[in-house]
């Protein structure tokens, strides 16, 4: 049963601390999506990749964050240095994507998500 | 903008009661509408989608109908269990790559 693997699924960190986030998609997958889920602002899209180059990362705070797959087996989300705003479930998703047909018509398989507390 | 709005919960039912859970839609064009489901402590999972109007997505005794004329996609169950405790999120697809997510409903099922 091919699964979204993510690592840690916890984490607790002191602000200014660097923290990276890995994620494999699933075999096979060429669209890879992280998300940020908080109480406050639900499911925001942070970053967007399609064949592993990144398309999208707007929703992104660029001075401090950045995404990145290395493979298309790994993909990695840092946040350098951390602050306690940033605590909140990170969760990687991927999917399989055709042609010019946009990748939010495919079904997104997520991973567990990492949770994230930065004091 | 393309938006998504689904009802504030949370929605609590006794075990075998009827589930409606109501969500709404702004878009242009034609979108994929989709519900997903998210269970403690997991991440989201697809229960069922519908790509064009007056499609029928269902799964595990889950329905929704894609309705263009009211913009709507309600998601129903005839008979929620227990275990169908959790958040459901009614999404927007298809009219750019950005999946459109409501703001989640919280279903708590009591035995």
């Known amino acids: 049963d091919a699964r979204v693997t993510q690592t840690p699924r916890h984490k607790v960190t002191e602000m200014g601390q660097e923290v990276t986030m890995r994620c494999q998609p699933i075999?096979?997958?060429?669209?890879v999506f992280w998300y940020r889920q908080t109480m406050m602002q639900g499911l925001e899209l942070l970053a967007y990749?399609?064949?592993?180059?990144?398309?999208?990362d707007s929703g992104m705070p660029k001075d401090r964050f950045s995404a990145e797959m290395p493979d298309a087996t790994l993909a990695t989300l840092k946040i350098q240095p951390s602050e306690p705003r940033d605590s909140a479930v990170y969760f990687c998703?991927?999917?399989?994507?055709?042609?010019?047909?946009?990748?939010?018509?495919?079904?997104?398989?997520f991973g567990p998500g990492t949770r994230l507390t930065v004091t | 903008g393309n938006s998504v709005t689904q009802m504030e919960g949370p929605v609590t039912l006794s075990e075998e009661a009827f589930l409606t859970i109501n969500c709404t839609y702004t878009?242009?064009?034609?979108?994929?509408l989709f519900w997903y489901v998210q269970y403690p402590g997991e991440g989201l999972q697809l229960l069922l989608k519908?790509?064009?109007?007056?499609d029928k997505g269902s799964n595990k005794g889950f329905e929704a109908t894609y309705r263009k004329e009211t913009t709507s996609f309600h998601l129903e169950k005839g008979s929620v269990q227990v275990s169908d405790s959790a958040v459901y999120f009614c999404?927007?697809?298809?009219?750019?790559?950005?999946?459109?997510f409501g703001t989640g409903t919280l279903l708590a099922v009591q035995p």
């Open positions: 998703a991927s999917g399989l994507a055709r042609g010019a047909i946009p990748s939010s018509s495919y079904e997104q398989y």
């Open positions: 075999l096979g997958h060429n669209t």
């Open positions: 990749f399609r064949n592993r180059a990144p398309l999208d």
């Open positions: 878009a242009t064009g034609y979108p994929s």
């Open positions: 519908a790509t064009k109007a007056d």
């Open positions: 999404a927007l697809g298809g009219a750019t790559n950005k999946l459109i």
